[in-house]
């Protein structure tokens, strides 16, 4: 097989594959876009800080989840409903549908 784990087919499965689906590419377009960062350069960049820049998207409306935010540190402060999600330890999917790996 030409590239590894990249098994024959139509381009846009060996697309898929190569790019790691919908979610990741939208993470490596915005790690490009906003903080010129490659692929490698954000597989790198720790996880913590990962998050803090996510966020930072997100409290800026850059992406979907200022006012998720808002809510979040609202109800933290216990002004506001039920505790939302921790975002120390939620995954990525579960802030405005971005995703990124997990510390191992």
């Given at each position: 097989?030409?590239?590894?784990a990249?098994?024959?087919?139509?381009?846009?499965?060996?697309?898929?594959?190569?790019?790691?689906?919908?979610?990741?590419?939208?993470?490596?377009?915005?790690?490009?876009?906003?903080?010129?960062?490659?692929?490698?350069?954000?597989?790198?960049?720790?996880?913590?800080e990962?998050?803090?820049?996510?966020?930072?998207?997100?409290?800026?409306?850059?992406?979907?989840?200022?006012?998720?935010?808002?809510?979040?540190?609202?109800?933290?402060?216990?002004?506001?409903?039920?505790?939302?999600?921790?975002?120390?330890?939620?995954?990525?999917?579960?802030?405005?549908?971005?995703?990124?790996?997990?510390?191992?």
């Amino acid at each position: 097989m030409a590239h590894g784990a990249v098994p024959p087919g139509t381009a846009g499965s060996r697309y898929e594959a190569l790019s790691g689906g919908a979610d990741r590419r939208s993470v490596l377009y915005l790690a490009r876009r906003y903080f010129n960062l490659s692929p490698a350069e954000w597989d790198a960049t720790p996880w913590w800080e990962s998050h803090l820049l996510i966020e930072g998207l997100q409290d800026q409306g850059v992406i979907g989840g200022g006012e998720d935010r808002q809510q979040h540190d609202q109800a933290e402060s216990g002004t506001l409903g039920p505790k939302p999600i921790d975002l120390t330890s939620a995954p990525l999917e579960s802030i405005g549908g971005f995703q990124t790996r997990r510390a191992g």
